[in-house]
């Protein structure tokens, strides 16, 4: 085993996968000709698309769909929990049986710009872009190009610039 790399025996990585060193891959599947860079986790029962491209220091976290064709920037953040806590009204530590994992899609052809924030429980539909350093609280429409915080959208993709 290579020691720069960490993937479980769980994972699931399709033909002609491309792996970088110090990356965490457990419980998740990789489609073929996906490339992954460097410090990039994904965790169990998270799945990326064939034909992917997922840059250095992005955090995919269980729950997370990338369809097909996907562009994921630098730093980017997914997230799986609208309320997270690490407590109980107990004041024990939560454990999974706590918290249900929410979903979040991104569909075929979708770039998302690095350092983004993706929360959880939405859909980037297909060839949306979503701008560098956006924090996106719901559901961005195909073709279009969000960015902010909140992400909003700026136009639709084709669109001459206002």
Known sequence: MNPYLCISDD????????????INLYGCRIG??????????VQKKAAVGRNCKISSHTFICEGVTIEDNVFIGHGVTFTNDTYPRATNPTGT??????WKVEPTIVR????????????SNLVIHENAIVG????????????TIVAGNPAK???????KHP
């Open 11 to 22: 994972v699931e990585l399709g033909p002609n996968v491309v792996l970088a060193k110090f």
């Open 153 to 159: 959208v700026i136009r639709k993709i084709g669109d």
């Open 32 to 41: 073929e000709n996906t490339k992954i860079g460097t410090f990039v986790e």
């Open 93 to 98: 530590l939560q454990t999974e049986k706590d």
């Open 132 to 143: 560098a350093g956006s924090v996106v609280t719901k559901d961005v429409p195909a073709g």
């Open 108 to 119: 075929k052809g979708a770039s998302i710009g690095s350092g983004a924030t993706i929360l």
